[in-house]
């Protein structure tokens, strides 16, 4: 875990698409903290809303700090929070802690790729928070529904959707844990278990209530929130690495997942294997192993030694069932994997003969490591690929309105667009403003005024490069643009060819500002702006 988390250190930019997006909203954040900031007039704070919280966090980190550190930091400690939840759950019900060793390929994995920052902190603080309920279900306290509540509210505030993933996964959690007590009793025993179960999901309904509040609003102003897609139900076994990590150009993240699923049902094998031998072995062999086990020390256990399944069975349908557009968000059901790799941990029996044991959890370090040394030798080949836009930015003015035409966004290491919002990065490092920011959605903590939005092009270019257009309106109000060199042009002897690539007609006006390598950044304030239709009211 520490060799993943402290890997995010290695290159100066990540490959994380949106993660960019949400620092450049941070930064803006920072600013609107002076009252007399001039960003005041473009831009607001919506704190109703369950994505605030990581952007209000980074905004305060950065004050006293980059925010680019800023939020690696907060990335890592999500991380390192997801990493010591998996392993607290399965102490607490009881299972080997070596099992978190097959969850370390999943800290790094399909969401962060795509950056999704609000999600992978969300998703840290709901694994939290069920590894406090597992202890509040058996020994309910004050305190500990207070701490089920307060991190359900938390998670609730960073965002919806895992927030629906703590519900579920709770819900199916107190609900397995109540029946096991309840099958211990009868009478009055039951209806006393079947409380308990409810009592212990109840702390829950604090984020709950505030998702319900925060969505109704949003739905009355934008109905397309309800928008859905059917599933696809058999691509989702047949291509489940891909929605797993999908990581990597060179497809070495994909045996990583399957080592995963081999260890977790070798587990299963070794473990039937056992129960089967002390069955059917001979009274000699079965003495053998009883001495053996008497004479070594007992493994600590959790206050059970159950496995507990039906998290994992409802977070597989909870997988399949999802469409991958839901509720107005994209890349929906990939999500679900983190939990569901969670569910399938606290589902795996617990192997009792030393030696086996062992070799089990010999297995699941292993697939630790192996995902580890990759992601960190992958992050330093990133880091070496887009060194160069590190140092274009650098060498940048600061506060301009950039924007970015980006020919292609992938590199060797990481086949995912990093390089996708560009301009991004140019803002949360050297502030300003840029294109296609995610200021313009509702829902975000830092938004447009109203009203003050530039105007979207018909044809934008952030997904499709040559539908740039220096002159239209959209393009002349972000005069500062950063481009990554065209396929077959090369980038330290044809800035001819690059600006007629990108400028067309106005190829000789920009003036170039920066180059390193592959990437360019130009002026482009001598370009004029398209006339002014004509109006077609009559004279008088």
């Known amino acids: 875990m520490a060799l993943t988390v402290g890997s995010l250190f290695v290159p ?149 959707f895992a927030m629906l993933v703590l519900w579920v996964f709770s819900a199916a959690l107190a609900l397995e844990l109540a029946v096991r007590e309840a099958l211990t009793k009868t009478g009055p025993g039951v209806r006393a278990a079947a409380v308990h179960g409810g009592l212990s999901f109840a702390p829950t309904l604090a984020g709950g209530l505030w998702c319900a509040v925060v969505y109704f609003d949003h739905y009355r102003t934008q109905p397309q929130l309800a928008d859905t897609r059917d599933p696809v139900f058999w691509d989702k076994f047949a291509r489940f690495s891909v929605y797993a990590t999908d990581l990597h150009a060179d497809r070495t993240d994909a045996p990583i997942v399957y080592a995963t699923l081999v260890a977790m049902a070798a587990i299963v094998a070794l473990s039937l294997g056992v129960a089967v031998f002390h069955r059917y072995g001979t009274r000699a062999e079965r003495g053998a192993v009883d001495r053996k086990l008497a004479n070594d020390p007992p493994e600590p256990r959790g206050p059970s030694s159950h496995a507990v399944v039906l998290p994992f069975v409802t977070m597989l349908a909870c997988y399949l069932a999802m469409p991958m557009v839901f509720m107005g968000s994209q890349l929906m059901f990939p999500r679900l994997v983190p939990a569901l790799y969670l569910g399938a941990l606290i589902a795996l029996p617990r192997i009792d003969q030393p030696i086996v044991a062992r070799l089990a959890g010999a297995s699941c370090l292993a697939v630790a490591w192996w995902s580890a040394i990759n992601l960190n030798a992958h992050l330093r080949q990133y880091g070496e690929e887009t060194d160069d836009a590190s140092r274009m930015i650098d060498a940048l003015p600061a506060g301009r309105r950039a924007s970015a035409v980006v020919y292609r966004d992938f590199t060797d290491a990481f086949w995912r667009g990093g390089m996708l919002h560009l301009a991004a990065w140019y803002a949360a490092r050297k502030h300003g403003d840029w294109a296609y920011a995610f200021a313009r959605y509702e829902y975000m903590p830092v938004r447009y005024r109203e009203g003050r939005a530039p105007e979207w092009p018909e044809h934008g270019w952030e997904f499709a490069p040559q539908q740039y257009d220096a002159r239209s309106p959209y393009a002349r109000a972000y005069d500062l643009v950063l481009v990554k060199t065209p396929e077959n042009v090369d980038p330290l002897e044809d800035e001819a060819e690059v600006r007629a690539r990108v400028f067309g007609g106005d190829a000789a006006t920009p003036r170039l500002l920066s180059h390193f390598g592959l990437y360019w950044a130009f002026d482009t304030a001598g370009i004029p702006s398209p006339p002014k239709p004509r109006s077609t009211l009559p004279r008088r």
């Open 12 to 160: 100066r930019l990540l490959p994380c698409v949106d993660y960019p997006e949400h620092l450049a909203l941070a930064d803006v954040a920072r600013r609107l903290l002076s009252p007399t900031a001039p960003e005041h007039a473009l831009f607001e704070v919506n704190l109703f809303t369950y994505y605030g919280l990581v952007h209000l966090v980074l905004a305060v980190l950065s004050l006293a700090m980059p925010i680019e550190l800023a939020g690696k930091l907060l990335l890592g400690s999500a991380l390192a929070l997801t990493a010591w939840s998996v392993r607290r759950l399965l102490v607490r019900l009881g299972r080997p802690p070596a099992y978190a060793g097959l969850f370390i390929p999943m800290l790094f994995a399909f969401s962060a790729s795509w950056g999704f920052l609000n999600y992978l902190v969300a998703l840290a603080i709901a694994f939290a928070a069920i590894a406090e309920l597992a202890a509040h279900a058996r020994r309910p306290t004050v305190r500990s529904a207070v701490s089920v509540a307060v991190l359900s509210l938390l998670c609730a505030m960073t965002h919806p």
